[in-house]
């Protein structure tokens, strides 16, 4: 009944910025939080940056500073603003919606950073 759709992933140069939007539709009503994930070939699928439903933000210690969580209610809409972007920063990025105990989750959108 959710389904979450990304997008804004690119390739961009070190120190640059990229915005990743997740736009829901569906049976939305309740949602607990909204987090981005990245993950790399090999790699365990990493938490970056959560909101709570109060608005609460949470961040990972490699990303604090730098990128940004935010939602708009009324566009069900939730975004990631990446800025001074890192080569280690290049993965798949997900965005994930929890709704009574429920996950859901974006196709994932690929972030490069390159020089």
């Known amino acids: 009944q959710v389904q979450l759709v990304e997008s804004g992933g690119g390739s961009v140069q070190p120190g640059g910025s990229l915005r990743l939007s997740c736009a829901a539709s569906g049976s939305i009503f309740s949602v607990n939080f909204i987090g981005w994930h990245r993950q790399t070939p090999g790699n365990q699928r990493e938490l970056v940056a959560a909101?709570?439903?109060?608005?609460?933000?949470n961040y990972a210690d490699s990303v604090k500073g730098r990128f940004t969580i935010s939602r708009d209610n009324a566009k069900s809409t939730a975004y990631l603003q990446m800025n001074s972007l890192k080569p280690e920063d290049t993965a798949v990025y997900y965005c994930q919606l929890n709704q009574w105990g429920l996950n859901y989750w974006g196709q994932g959108t690929q972030v490069t950073v390159s020089s």
């Open positions: 909101i709570s439903r109060d608005g609460a933000t």
